[in-house]
């Protein structure tokens, strides 16, 4: 489920680095490529997204190499022309947790100290008795104690890293839940500007028309990917769906709607319902952001 990022490095305008998640698994390649640490379900959604209508919202797939002994894809770099770019990081869905994995932990989950940590820090009241005892937690109840503590839960997305122009990394989303504090997020990272709200908008009803005509879509459970949002200085703004380590074919003739709610079994995911959220909010802030010039100017 870890999440990639890229981030503006001063020394070369153009390198993927970690916001959260595992560090290394992103490389500088070569010839405006980037080199992502191998995973064979994503590399298998990369394939079959390259002759699928969304492969126009998805960094361009190079097939994958060996390097030093280690085997990565090659992948397109988003951030290839664009100059000093502001970053979003937004994981889609109402759920960040495969339905595998609660097989798993029924059967054989392991405690997890440094995830009981992470919990107690942000909330020391989360851990229920018996975890505070066992100083431990499985990775099952600690995403889905994110996921409910968070803005996943409540409108079917979650940012989970922002890193503006000027190189500053923000994180602490955790407690990021409601449509204002949403709101507000979007706000600061388009630092208000129009014309950005009204770029991200625009690539966002785009990307929903796109998902209607994707076979992909409609028979893929797409867990813990992300829209990858960047804006830079020239005002060029765009949107790009990555991160497919962990989606999977949905059953044979199952066909997912992606916008209903989840019982474990349907294999729902909500990413539908995360995008309308995002559409919805954006364009609100857009919407507003325009009254107010216009109400200004005429005054």
Known sequence: MFLTMMQWSKRRQSSWVQLAGHKGNIQQG????????????EDTCLQALMSDPLHLFVP????????????????????????????????????TYQEEEIIKAKTKGS???????KME????TAPTAEEQAQRGVTKLRYMQWRDSTSSTS????????IMMENGTVLREFNKTRTKAQVTETLLFFTKRQVHILKAYVSRLEALRETLKESSFF?????????????HDQTCKANIWMIDFGKTIPAPENVYLKHDVPWVEGNREDGYLTGLTSLISLLHACHETRCARMLATFLN
């Open 30 to 41: 070569e010839g405006g490529k980037v080199l992502k640490k191998f995973n064979v379900v």
């Open 60 to 95: 361009r797939y190079y097939g994958n190499i060996s390097r030093n002994g280690e085997r990565y894809i090659r992948l397109e770099d988003l951030l290839s022309g664009l100059r000093k770019p502001a970053i979003m990081d937004c994981k889609m869905g109402i759920r």
């Open 111 to 117: 405690l997890r100290s440094d995830m009981y940590q």
């Open 121 to 124: 820090n942000v909330d020391p």
């Open 154 to 161: 409540t409108l079917g997305l979650r940012i989970e890293g």
């Open 218 to 230: 409609n028979t893929h459970e797409i867990i813990g990917s992300s829209l990858l949002f960047l």
